[in-house]
C-alpha cells in the first residue's frame, strides 16, 4: 500500500475557518436579498392597495358632486338640500368638510324605506398625529338621530376641497350663502376640486379630481 503524503491527510483548522467565515458572508447576502425582496414586494403591495383605495374614494365623490342636488326656494327658510365646504387644517395641512345633498341607489335589505337622496360629509380626524379621511351618510328623510362614521381612506397627509365662484378658487361654500351649487363658467369644466395628497416612499404625492355638480337648480 501506497503510503498518504502529509499534505493529503485533511483541511487545517486554518482552512475550516476560512470556509465558515465565506460561508456566513455568502449566507448572510443571501439572506440580505432575500428579505430586501420581501420587503420591497411588501411595499408594492401597500403601495398598490392604497392607489386602489384612493382611486375608489375620488371617484366616488366625483359621482357624488356630479349628483349633488339644490332648489333655489326664494325663501330666507333653510333648505334641507345643500352643499358645504369648510375651510380647515389640522397640524397646517388643509383638512376640508365638504357637506352635500346627492342622489344615491337604495340599499338593499333595510326594513325602512329610502328616498333615494342622502345627506354626505366627508371630513379629516386626527389620531395618534394620524390623518384619516371619514365618511358619513344618512337618508334626506331619515329620523334616525345616530349617523355612523366610516372611515373612507386611511393615512393621508391633506384633503383639500376647492369651489369655482366664477372668477377664482374659494376654499369655502354654502348654499344658504353664495345661494347656489358651484358653476363653471366654461361649459364641461370643472366647479369643484378636490385633491387628497398622501405619503408614497417618503414623499409626498398629490391627486386631483375636478367634478360639476349637473342635477340642482
Known sequence: MFGMSRNSSGFTLLEVLIAVVLLGILSAALYGSYFGVIRARDRASSGM?????LGATLDLIR??????????????????????????????APASTLTLTTLAPPTSGLTRGESGIVI????????????SLRRQERDLFSEESTVIDYPQMEQISSFLVECYDGSRWVKSWD??????LPR???VGSGSVRVTVQIIEEGKPVEFTILSAPRIGL
Request: net charge neutral; proline share 2%; hydrophobic share 30%.
Open 49 to 53: 392597495e392604497s392607489r386602489r383605495e
Open 175 to 180: 348654499t344658504a350663502i353664495n345661494g347656489g
Open 184 to 186: 363653471s363658467a366654461a
Open 120 to 131: 354626505v360629509t366627508y371630513h379629516v380626524v386626527e389620531k395618534d398625529k394620524k390623518l
Open 63 to 92: 359621482r357624488e358632486i356630479s349628483s349633488a342636488q339644490f332648489i333655489r326656494n326664494g325663501t330666507n327658510e333653510l333648505h334641507p338640500l345643500k352643499f358645504v365646504v369648510e375651510d380647515r387644517d389640522s397640524f397646517g
